[in-house]
C-alpha cells in the first residue's frame, strides 16, 4: 500500500494553466512508479483538494487504468468551515483511491468498535448480544431461511427440505419436507419446516445454505427452542463470529487538521510544518487495506506522520522527503525550524521519528 499527499499548486512564477502542466508533470512519473512498486493486490491513496481532484483523476486514469478506480473518500479535515472569499466554507479534502488491480480488491473491512469509536457520527455499535460456543463468541442475525421469496421450492428446490434437531442428544438430520423426523416428539425431536412463502404458486421459501452444510457446519448454526407441547417451534439462526468488521464508507471524519497540527506541538515540533495529517487517519487506512507486515510507502512524507501510523499499527514502512530546506528568512516557521536545529523537512521527517521512539534506518541520497 502506498499512501501520498502530494504539495499542491503553489507556485507563483507561472501563469495558472502552466502551473497545472507543471504539476501533471511533476506527478506523472511519480504514479508510474508507484504503480511499478506497488503489488499485485496493492493499493495507493493520494490526498488531495478539489483544485486538483480533477486532474488528479485524470492522470490516474491514464496510470492506473479508470478501471482500477476504487474510491473517492470524503474526508472532513475542518468542520468549522473555511471560509475562501467567496461561496461556502470549505469542510474537506478527498483521498483519492486506486488499485493496482481493483479484481484483487476486496471490501475494505475494519473493526465497528474502533470505527465507531473514531467517528460516532458515522459508525454506529450494533446492539447485539455476544454469546459463546465452544469455538468462541458470536452473534446472531438472521434466521437461516432466505427472505426473497423469489427463492422457493420451484426456483431452487434442493434449497427446500426439513430440518430436524433433537434437543436432547443434539442430533440433526434433513429430510424432504413431508417426510417425519427420525425420532417422536417425546424423545426430543422437533422440527424446523421451511418459512412459508407468500408469492402465489408457491409454499415454501428456500434456506440459505444447502442440506450438505447445514450438516457439516452445523456449529455455525444456532438453535432455539420454543413453546411446549405440539406448539414447539424450532428457530435456526446463523451465527456470526467476525461480529466486530464493518465496511469502511467513504466518509472519513474525527481526526482533524486540527489534530494533526496538535500531534506534532505535542512532541515539541510546532510551528514548523502546517499540513501534517493526522495518524489516526492514516491508520484507518492502513488498517483497512493491509495487514500487519506488509510493506507500505509515502514519498511525500513531509512530518512523517504516516511513518508513526505504519509503526503504531506493525507495518514496515519506506518515507522518502525531499530534502527541501526551510530557507524563507521572512517565514516564521524558518526560524522555529533552525531554532530545533532542522535545516530541512527530511530533517523533520526524521526528527518526530526519533521522538515518538521508532525503529528507523535513515538514508541521505
Ligand atoms: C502536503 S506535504 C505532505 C505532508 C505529510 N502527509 C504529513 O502528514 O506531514 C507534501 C510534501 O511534498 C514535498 N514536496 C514538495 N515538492 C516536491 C517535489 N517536487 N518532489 C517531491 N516532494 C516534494 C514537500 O517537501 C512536502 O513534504
Known sequence: MIYIDPPYNTG???????????????????LGLARE????????????????LFELKGLCD?????????????????????????????????????????????KLRGSVAELTRLMPEVYRLPKREVKRDARGEYVTKNELYNTNSKFNEVTAPSMVYAIHYCVKTGELAVTD??????????SGWVTALPH?????????????????KVLADREDLEFEVTGRGPSRKLTIRTKIRDFDTTTLKDLIMGPSTVTGLRELERLGLGGIFETPKPVDLLKVLLKVATEPG????DFFAGSGSFGVAAAETGRPFILVQLEEPFADPSDPRTARAHELGLETIADLTSERLRRVGVDYIEARI
Open 12 to 30: 507563483n512564477t507561472f501563469a495558472y494553466a502552466d502551473r497545472r502542466g507543471d504539476w501533471a508533470g511533476m506527478m506523472r512519473p511519480r
Open 37 to 52: 512498486v506497488l503489488r499485485e493486490d496493492g493499493l495507493i491513496y493520494i490526498s488531495i483538494d478539489i483544485n486538483e
Open 62 to 106: 491514464e496510470v492506473f487504468g479508470a478501471e482500477n478506480f476504487v474510491a473517492n473518500f470524503i474526508w472532513v479535515s475542518n468542520l468549522k468551515g473555511r471560509q475562501l472569499g467567496f461561496g461556502p466554507a470549505g469542510t474537506h479534502e478527498y483521498i483519492l483511491t486506486y488499485a493496482r488491480d481493483a479484481r484483487q480488491v476486496g
Open 177 to 186: 419436507v413431508d417426510e417425519p423426523a427420525p425420532g417422536p416428539a417425546s
Open 196 to 212: 412459508p412463502n407468500a408469492k402465489p404458486g408457491v409454499k415454501w421459501h428456500a434456506w440459505r445454505w444447502s442440506r450438505g
Open 294 to 297: 506488509d510493506l507500505v510507502m
